[in-house]
């Protein structure tokens, strides 16, 4: 029988069948952790009877819906919460965590992140980037600050006491680390966040971005006492299959108040068509679990086989993973474009682009990015991006399946890095970049 593997050097081969042996343990528990969050969901579609009826959307003013509120109350079972807001009109993660400042934060309140400075597009919602007078919440008289992380990445419980004042009205936690050195926070580790807060504000709102997060490990933020949090549904929670639209979940009055922002006050949740969209958002979500498994699948992969290659990684391979995403320091920026140009390059859609690093909206430096995606931006298909600046870190997310994870990062591998032959001991020498 033919092997997959027999397209590439003996060397590579080799490299390949080491890191799969080596890996085998971890796959078989994210296996289990699939199969257990498969069946949460299962019991919320279950619960919740999810009909054929149920998957036809809405047009005009959105009365009615009964697929949509089908669909935020499937989202709320599963997360534990009261009530839930799953929206096609949500144009991103950022407009969604937008969305849901603007409606929990009023004029004189004021925005703490515990977990750090927030990533780029976030700072320019605060207001503290971008040009003013367009709308951010420094506009609207909203103060924020920052508890800055400790040397270790860890929370700075000291530093958050003396921060945490009677104006501040939301404690946002970011779970992902964004374009940060940082690990990202598992939701135990949250849940000692929830704790601290409480310890000094009982009533403060505990929200969080759990971008790349969703189903990554059994239980959520929203089981360990946060009252909001909110993802985007062409990352994990819309399965690949989603093309737009994201979703909050959380405290009902919380809820409600976002809800008209999102729309206008009176109308809240009861409006807003979902066209021809729930059947692939419900759908999405039914298969999020799966996909997210093989998604991280492949990090542990791209973990194991970089880092023989010499190159410093986080998550290491055998690490506990709290989201999708896998960095990879190149420590300079010639290897780091080559590498992400082969993502490209080893992806179904635009695989003949050849991308080149550029000014985003949102970042202040410039990005290079690999997305050959289906849905346009959508993090839970294999991607690898990054900004230009020290120590030239490229990001790794997504996969929507684990073989095809695994049939890029080796071909990336081996166009990327010199086979040295003279080493039999050492597959690749990973002090030598062949650009």
Not at 277 to 289: E, I, K, S, V
Request: hydrophobic share 40%; proline share 4%; aromatic share 10%.
């Amino acid at each position: 029988m033919k092997s997959w593997k027999d397209q590439y050097k003996p060397e590579v081969q080799k490299l390949i069948t080491e890191v799969e042996q080596q890996i085998q343990p971890k796959l078989n528990e994210i296996d289990d952790q699939v199969t257990y969050n498969q069946q949460k969901v299962l019991n919320a579609f279950q619960k919740e009877r999810v009909a054929e009826e149920n998957l036809n959307g809405a047009t005009g003013y959105g009365y009615n819906d009964m697929g949509r509120d089908a669909l935020d109350q499937v989202y709320a079972d599963v997360f534990k919460t009261e009530d839930a807001l799953v929206r096609p009109q949500f144009v991103s993660g950022t407009h969604t965590i937008s969305t849901a400042f603007f409606g929990m934060l009023r004029p004189n309140d004021k925005l703490l992140y515990l977990t750090g400075m927030p990533y780029d597009t976030i700072q320019e919602v605060i207001g503290i980037t971008g040009e003013a007078g367009r709308g951010s919440l420094k506009d609207f008289q909203i103060d924020f600050d920052y508890v800055p992380l400790l040397a270790d990445g860890k929370v700075d419980f000291e530093g958050m006491r003396s921060k945490l004042t009677p104006d501040v009205k939301v404690v946002a936690i970011q779970r992902s680390r964004g374009y940060d050195s940082r690990a990202s926070f598992t939701v135990t580790e949250i849940e000692a966040m929830v704790k601290q807060v409480r310890k000094v504000a009982p009533d403060v709102t505990i929200f969080v971005d759990n971008c790349y997060g969703e189903f990554s490990e059994t239980i959520e933020p929203t089981e360990v006492g946060v009252d909001v949090m909110v993802g985007s549904l062409i990352k994990n929670a819309g399965g690949g299959i989603a093309q737009t639209g994201g979703y909050v979940v959380g405290r009902r009055d919380l809820i409600e108040k976002i809800a008209s922002r999102l729309t206008n006050v009176g109308s809240g949740k009861e409006e807003g068509a979902t066209l021809e969209n729930l059947r692939r958002m419900f759908q999405g979500f039914f298969m999020a679990p799966a996909v997210t498994g093989a998604a991280i699948k492949g990090a542990i992969f791209e973990s194991a086989i970089l880092e023989k290659c010499g190159l410093q990684v986080d998550p290491k391979w055998n690490d506990a993973r709290t989201d999708l995403i896998q960095t990879i320091n190149f420590g300079k920026p010639e290897p780091m474009i080559k590498f992400a140009k082969q993502i490209q390059k080893n992806s179904p859609i635009d695989s003949y682009v050849d991308p080149e690093p550029s000014v985003m909206a949102g970042y202040e430096d410039k990005v290079i990015m690999a997305a050959g995606t289906f849905v346009q931006g959508a993090s839970i298909e294999f991607s690898a991006d990054g900004p230009l600046r020290a120590p030239y870190t490229l990001y790794l997310q997504g996969g929507l399946t684990y073989a095809h994870v695994k049939v890029a990062i080796a071909k990336a591998v081996e166009a990327t890095f010199l086979v040295d032959v003279r080493k039999p001991d050492m597959i690749l020498d990973g002090q030598i970049f062949n650009w």
